[in-house]
Structure formats: C-alpha cells, structure tokens
C-alpha cells in the first residue's frame, strides 16, 4: 500500500526566506504531484513530476523529484505572503489500480 | 470556462437518508475520481473512474457507490449515510490518467 508522508504539517516562515517541503512516498512511484489549497478553497495544481531527477519552476516555487530516494521535495525562495496556504504532495502508481494517494498536507503561514 | 462542477456546495441531511453528489466536468475528460478531504488525513480517494462505465474502488470506498453512465458526469451517492461520512467532498477530473487533476469546489456534507 502506498504511503505518502510530508513534513513539515506546518511551517511558519518569515516574508524573503527560504525553505523546503519534504514529500516522502512508500513504495514504487510513476509520478508526483503537487498542489495548493488556500482555506476554504479547492485544491489547484502545482507540478506533475514524472522522472527521476525532474525539475519544474513556476515563480517562487521550484518541485524536484528523486525516484530512488522516493522523495520530492518543494523549495520555496524568497517567501512572499501571497503563498500562505497548504501544500498537498500526492503519488501514483500504473499499475493494477490507478489510484491517488495524498500526504496530509503543509499548512504554510508566511509572515511579515 | 473549463471547470468541475458540484451540487450541491452544502449539505446536512439524517442518518440513512439516501444522498447523491452530482458532478459534471465541461472537459472531455476521462478520468473522474471522488476525494474526501478530513482534518489531519489530507484526501483520501473514494472512487475513481478511467472512463465511460469502467469505475474502481479508491482507499476508502466503503459506504459509498458510484457510476459513470456518460463522460461528463460522476455523482456520487449515499446510500445510508452516517455521522462518519461527514466531511468535505471533492470530484476531480483529468485528461486521463497521470494527467493533473483538475477539483471541483467541493462539498460540505454533515450527517446528523
């Protein structure tokens, strides 16, 4: 059974700072996703990752993905409060079941 | 506009009163699947669908029943609901499988 972990669940950072989310995932992984939610809103896409050593980029947001260490991790630079929010990563599998499995979630809280 | 529709936004309703959650995508996609979101559980898929009258069963499909009889629309229902399945309920589409998801608004839904 697919497990996904994240951690930090809550990360309080000051504007201009850096910091990484950490997305563990369980067992074989053909892709890795990542979206935000803000309180009380819908889940919006981030990144798919689907291969080892794959980067993506979007603003202040950077996702990377090791397929060996079963770890994605989201870098945040230079954190402006417009990115408060909570963070889902999520994995799936191709293989018998085509299922989606979530981590709980990073609950971000940028401050001035 | 592209979007994931779901009826309704809010809902509380008794134990075992049958309930159905309508969703409807304007997308032409082919996969459809059912999250619930809990506190401290991030999302847990309830069913999932990779096409036209092919549906499966999620990480959590118990009390739950789904159909998929045209491309557009996956509802989900209830058939006797109980103070457990209260929760936020959120339908997801995708070009297909692996695709990023597109979320509906989710749904509100408290069992008393």
């Known amino acids: 059974e697919l497990k996904v972990e994240q951690n930090p669940l809550f990360l309080s950072m000051q504007e201009g700072k850096n910091y990484t989310i950490y997305c563990n995932y369980s067992?074989?992984?053909?892709?890795l996703y990542w979206y935000r939610q803000d309180p009380g809103k819908s889940l919006e896409s981030l990144f798919v990752?689907?291969?080892?050593?794959a980067v993506k980029q979007e603003g202040r947001l950077m996702a990377s993905l090791d397929t060996k260490a079963r770890l994605s991790t989201l870098h945040i630079t230079a954190a402006v409060h417009d990115l408060s929010a909570t963070y889902f990563c999520?994995?799936?599998?191709?293989?018998?079941?085509?299922?989606?499995?979530f981590g709980t979630g990073t609950r971000l809280q940028v401050t001035l | 506009e592209a979007q994931v529709t779901q009826n309704p936004r809010y809902l509380i309703t008794v134990t075992g009163k049958k309930l159905t959650v309508t969703c409807s995508q304007n997308?032409?996609?082919?996969?459809m699947s059912w999250y619930r979101q809990d506190p401290g559980l991030g999302l847990r898929q309830i069913y999932y669908?990779?096409?036209?009258?092919?549906?499966d069963k999620g990480d959590v499909p118990e009390g739950y029943k789904v159909s998929r009889k045209e491309k557009r629309n996956f509802p989900l229902i209830l058939e006797s609901p109980s103070p457990n399945q209260t929760s936020l309920y959120f339908c997801?589409?995708?070009?297909?499988?692996?695709?990023?998801?597109?979320f509906g608004q989710g749904t509100r839904l408290t069992v008393v």
């Open positions: 999520a994995s799936g599998f191709t293989g018998t079941a085509s299922k989606l499995t």
């Open positions: 067992t074989t992984s053909d892709r």
């Open positions: 990752l689907l291969s080892n050593g």
């Open positions: 997308m032409n996609h082919e996969y």
């Open positions: 669908s990779m096409n036209v009258e092919v549906t």
């Open positions: 997801a589409s995708s070009l297909k499988w692996g695709f990023e998801a597109f």
